[in-house]
């Protein structure tokens, strides 16, 4: 920094004063005479002005307090008015007039006072003079409206002006919001009260129209936007640098601004022009042999100049070169071969870690730094370079003292000293951080590389995975629908859907473990019976599908489905387990332009058509397949339907004592009530039903319909000791049914749930068993339907403890003409008693039968040999009937 001054100094300084260094006396003298003679001039015109300007201040304020003491005391005069009228609110035009005359008895510059409840003057005074203003409604004047509505508004006095008055001159106008108290103490906004001020009078009272005044006064509006008006006096007076005297009114303010008439230099000219003249004189009397002399020194001077120009270009390229230097962290040395001295600079000291105290160094201290590996050739280069007198270019590592390896690069030359001693200069510097980051930076490129092959590894896996099964590594159904949609119309084309019969069982005995291992087994049989151009793709569980294009689809596919139906008459091993494991094929043909996608829905339908009629065959879709297919559709759609319109009702069968024949029971039996075909048993859409999961949702309508009519029974004095409902395992697993139950009154045994034997109860159902359970605690018998038709075993029959059992028809129907029919009954029959079970008998066709079933043992009897299943009322009328006649009985 200290150079920087210097060199500062030295190419601006230093020339001026070799130019003007020689006048300097003469040039001091001259500045302080001038300064002097300046000095005297500006105090004595100050003194003038300072004087004169108190003068005018005092003018001035005397001026701007007369005027604002007369504007307050007419403002503080209307005060007592607005009070008045704020204490009587309904004051009236003649104690207005009376109350504002005596405001006008005090001297003021008030030209009329007015009040205007809800904005619009009623009081004036005087009253002749402005009688016209009488109903005006000041919101309807532009000029007057946004200063009534922010006197209302604010709350506080508002002050405009000056203005135009109609009657003649200008005036001020202050406005005063009133207010009255309401009922409950609150302020209510009465109106306004206007007092006009006369302006010109106001001018008069405060000294402003005074011809022999030595002054000239301006005033100046400023509002509270910033704007200005000058609304008395010559505006140029603003211009003339004048004292001014600030009056503030509400939120704006007026400016007084004066200036002497005379101007303000007027009455000083001639005194100054005479000093001017005398401090001139003196001035050329002094300054004259001083400059004579400053010449006289000129010559002298000349040579300094120009050794320190010298001086200052030498200095700065020095320290130009230490800055790069420093900047480069480069350090410079230089080598004499004649003394082996190596000159090192503080930099390559730090480099090579050299210690201060070392004050000299030598070509064996560069030597024994070099790292071992590289000092061979690092000398070699050295001393090519030295004796071919050629550029020293090159890099090496050197190990400092404190033991760590860092990257040198050296550059050089080779010159002659005195024309005689050759020597070598050249620079190092450390190179490290630019080879650790090179170093670096290759081995990311390799790992990035290496990330790339594995991101394209990883990017072509995960695309075939997507496209493939898991667990059979067939296609997928992801591949089979880009496969459609690539070709979404083809010729000659077939699509075969196949589901493995008796999977489930597998899966649900040996766990799923075991189901994949045969999954597996079934995905390398069906590929093995394809074609090159057909493939395999698993849609899911147990189902594939295989798109073949053929020139004869139909017998293909007709071939290669007899050949998947061979290939599972195979048992599959798994381990030490074996497994027969049948398919059922649906087919689908497209001979013509067929959409791909239809002939896999064709193709479903054709599977799911091999699957009703049996399993482990082949089915073609046909047309009449869509047809059961869309009024399976449509009946589904109807069941739904009719479950929201509660179209299910129940029908009651009676059961009768075997011995007295009195009913003891009914059974509710649903039928649907469609509103098309008229009362459909059950057989028409309960296995529909059972496909929509639906079955739960009509036994609760059943239940709460056949539980109302149970109760109308009752209260019309029909003795049926029970009623049997029937409930699936849908409604057995469906939690509404437990909440349904425990809002219901019933008396134990009222009440019974028949189950269908073909529900498992061998299988150890927690939930299934559970909901019994709870029922029973509800006081409702449970009873097994259609015993003997299915699979239940005694232990099931143990583990359930039902309270009656209810033969199948099935069983009973023969026992007329066989033996063998008759011993099978008579053994259910001893099986229930034995558990106490009680035995019922149904499917009862004729009075035959009842005889026999009586005879074996059975407790009720339930048939068509007694009576139908009726709707309720038909059912009470047939209960009405039997009363009639037991009562004729017994008269």
Not at 392 to 398: G, L, V
Not at 767 to 772: C, D, H, K, N, S
Request: with cysteine.
């Amino acid at each position: 920094m200290s150079f920087l001054l210097r060199s500062t100094y030295r190419s601006r300084i230093w020339p001026v004063w070799t130019s003007l260094g020689y006048f300097v006396p003469a040039m001091l003298a001259l500045v302080m005479l001038l300064y002097a003679a300046v000095r005297i001039d500006i105090d004595k015109r100050q003194q003038f002005h300072d004087n004169l300007r108190a003068s005018i201040v005092r003018d001035l304020g005397k001026i701007g307090t007369r005027l604002q003491g007369n504007i307050e005391g007419d403002i503080e005069l209307v005060h007592g008015l607005v009070a008045v009228v704020a204490a009587e609110p309904q004051i009236d035009q003649k104690h207005f007039a009376e109350i504002a005359e005596q405001v006008f008895k005090v001297k003021s510059q008030l030209r009329n006072i007015a009040a205007a409840p809800d904005m619009i003057i009623r009081l004036i005074y005087p009253v002749e003079p402005n009688v016209r203003s009488l109903g005006f409604d000041v919101r309807k004047s532009d000029t007057q409206r946004a200063a009534a509505l922010k006197a209302r508004d604010t709350g506080s006095m508002v002050m405009t002006g000056p203005v135009n008055l109609v009657q003649g001159g200008i005036g001020l106008i202050a406005r005063y919001p009133v207010f009255t108290k309401t009922a409950e103490g609150a302020n209510r906004f009465w109106g306004l009260v206007s007092a006009v001020m006369d302006l010109d009078m106001l001018y008069v009272d405060s000294g402003l129209n005074d011809d022999g005044s030595p002054i000239d006064v301006a005033i100046t509006r400023i509002s509270a936007d910033g704007q200005t008006d000058t609304f008395f006096g010559n505006p140029s007076v603003l211009d003339k640098d004048p004292v001014t005297f600030q009056l503030a009114f509400g939120d704006g303010a007026w400016v007084l601004s004066a200036v002497p008439k005379a101007g303000w230099m007027a009455m000083q000219a001639d005194d100054v022009r005479w000093s001017r003249l005398m401090s001139f004189g003196i001035l050329l009397l002094v300054v004259g042999p001083l400059a004579w002399a400053g010449y006289l020194m000129k010559q002298r001077h000349r040579i300094i100049v120009d050794l320190g120009e010298r001086e200052e270009r030498l200095e700065r390229l020095s320290h130009r070169l230490q800055l790069a230097l420093d900047a480069s962290k480069i350090g410079v040395w230089e080598y004499d071969p004649a003394t082996g001295e190596m000159m090192w600079d503080a930099r390559m000291r730090e480099i090579y870690g050299i210690p201060p105290a070392k004050l000299k160094c030598t070509y064996a201290d560069w030597r024994r730094a070099l790292h071992p590996a590289d000092r061979d050739e690092a000398e070699r280069v050295f001393k090519r370079a030295l004796a071919n007198a050629s550029q020293y270019i090159t890099e090496f590592r050197i190990v400092t003292p404190a033991g760590t390896v860092e990257h040198i690069r050296a550059h050089g030359a080779v010159y002659w000293w005195g024309g005689r001693t050759k020597r070598i200069v050249g620079a190092n510097w450390n190179v490290t951080r630019d080879v650790l980051l090179k170093e670096e930076l290759r081995t990311s490129h390799l790992y990035s590389e290496i990330q790339n092959r594995q991101l394209e590894e990883a990017s072509r896996t995960l695309a075939y995975q997507s496209i493939h099964d898991a667990l059979t590594g067939l296609p997928n159904r992801r591949y089979l629908d880009q496969y459609l949609d690539q070709h979404p119309q083809v010729d000659r084309f077939a699509i075969l859907h196949v589901d493995l019969d008796r999977f489930k069982s597998v899966n649900d005995t040996y766990g799923h473990a075991v189901g994949d291992e045969v999954l597996k087994v079934a995905a390398q049989r069906l590929k093995s019976q394809l074609l090159e151009a057909e493939f395999v793709a698993r849609m899911g569980g147990d189902e594939f599908v295989i798109a073949a294009p053929a020139r004869d689809p139909e017998a293909r596919s007709r071939a290669l489905a007899a050949a998947i139906l061979e290939a599972f008459t195979d048992p599959i091993h798994v381990g030490a387990l074996e497994f027969r494991v049948g398919s059922s094929v649906g087919i689908a043909v497209g001979t013509g332009s067929s959409e791909t996608r239809q002939l896999l829905v064709q193709a479903d339908l054709a599977l799911y058509e091999a699957k009703k009629l049996g399993r482990n065959r082949v089915e073609f879709f046909s047309e009449s397949m869509r047809q059961a297919h869309r009024q399976s559709k449509k009946l589904a759609d109807e069941i739904l339907r009719a479950i929201e319109n509660v179209e299910f009702v129940p029908f009651f069968q009676p059961q009768f004592d075997a011995k007295t024949l009195e009913v003891v029971g009914a059974e509710a039996l649903v039928r649907w009530n469609h509103p098309k075909r008229g009362l459909l048993t059950p057989d028409k859409f309960l296995p529909q039903a059972q496909s929509l999961n639906a079955v739960a949702e009509i036994d609760a309508i059943v239940l709460d319909k056949s539980l109302f009519e149970f109760t109308r029974w009752r209260a019309q004095g029909f003795d049926v000791p029970k009623i049997s409902v029937n409930i699936s395992a849908q409604r057995l697993r469906d939690r509404r049914l437990i909440e349904r139950l425990s809002h219901l009154v019933l008396a134990p045994g009222t009440l019974s749930f028949e189950l269908l034997e073909s529900i498992s109860f061998d299988d150890d159902d927690a939930a299934l068993m559970g909901a019994i359970h709870k029922i029973k605690e509800f006081g409702i018998d449970i009873e097994i339907d259609d015993f003997g038709s299915g699979h239940a075993s005694i232990l099931s029959l143990l583990k359930l403890a039902p309270r009656r059992l209810k033969i199948d028809r099935k069983l009973v129907a023969p026992i007329v003409d066989s033996e063998q029919q008759r011993r099978l009954v008579a053994s259910i029959v001893d099986i229930g008693r034995s558990v106490g079970v009680e035995i019922i008998a149904e499917g009862v066709e004729t009075m035959v039968h009842a005889q026999v079933l009586r005879d074996l043992g059975c407790q009720v009897l339930q048939g068509y040999a007694f009576a139908p299943a009726m709707p309720s009322k038909d059912f009470q009328e047939f209960l009405l009937r039997r009363q009639t006649e037991a009562r004729r009985e017994v008269g």
